[in-house]
């Protein structure tokens, strides 16, 4: 599967970044975005749910989701694609990685300095003033018929404690961005894994690397707009083909 001088071009690298969307997280039994709306969700538009005004329109149904998609984390468990990364790091010089998702299975899997472009799921915050949120230890609480959950109250102003993700429409945490942006200018070899790419400013990040020198592999389970981009493409499950790399 990896030629020689793939592999040696690796071991040579002084800066890799590696790249994540949901697909690494797919085999941990977190569905990706595309394939989020299944059962209970199918009805639902992710981006309706993921955004402000989604919010504002039914607080309730989108703290049940994101509830419901806490659970899931919680419940799931690092895969053999984020041990890969995380031993990745220990043969080479530097190892940066840059993620969409918003579980923390990298951190779980012995990543350091995981760079989260969208927020992170336990890192609730109050809607009105901003004030950080303490879950209460143990999971979340069924949401009733499986939806709905009124979020808890901000003990500053009492205003709703929403989500610690980037919603649609809402700009990425400059400084998540601004590492991104300087790993992918600076790195020589630019992994992009399970992402389709479609959401920006995120999906810019490969070509500017690809624009500064490195060399592009994507591993991927379906072909992305990346493909024509790409020096190495791995189509298949990262699951499978990363853990591989390292025999
Ligand atoms: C949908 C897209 C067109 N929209 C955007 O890009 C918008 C900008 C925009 C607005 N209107 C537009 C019109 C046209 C173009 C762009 C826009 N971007 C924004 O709004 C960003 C904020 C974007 C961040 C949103 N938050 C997320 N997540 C957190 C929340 C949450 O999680 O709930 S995005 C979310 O969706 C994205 C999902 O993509 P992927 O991770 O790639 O997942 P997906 O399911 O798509 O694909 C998975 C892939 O894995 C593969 N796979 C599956 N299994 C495996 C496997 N086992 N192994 C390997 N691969 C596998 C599959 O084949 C598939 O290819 C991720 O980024 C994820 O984080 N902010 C912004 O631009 O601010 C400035 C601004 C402000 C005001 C107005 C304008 C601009
Ligand atoms: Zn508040």
Known sequence: MFSNDFL???LRAEHIVVFTGAGISAESGIPTFRDAQTGLWEHYDPH?????TGFIADQALVWGWYEW???Q???AAPNDAHYAIAELASFVER???VTQNVDDLHERAGSC???HLHGSLHHPRCFDC????AFPSGLPEEPAGGRRLEPPRCSECQGAIRPGVVWFGETLPSSAWEIAEQAAMACDV???IGTSGLVRPASQLPERAKLHGAKIIQINATSTPLDSQVHYNFQGRAGEILPALLQ
């Open 113 to 115: 300095g995981v760079t």
């Open 95 to 97: 190892l940066t990685v």
């Open 190 to 192: 630019f992994f992009s």
């Open 130 to 133: 901003g004030s950080s949120y």
């Open 8 to 10: 040696m071009g690796l």
């Open 69 to 71: 998609r806490r659970m």
């Open 73 to 75: 984390v919680l419940e």
């Open 48 to 52: 309706a749910l993921a955004s402000p």
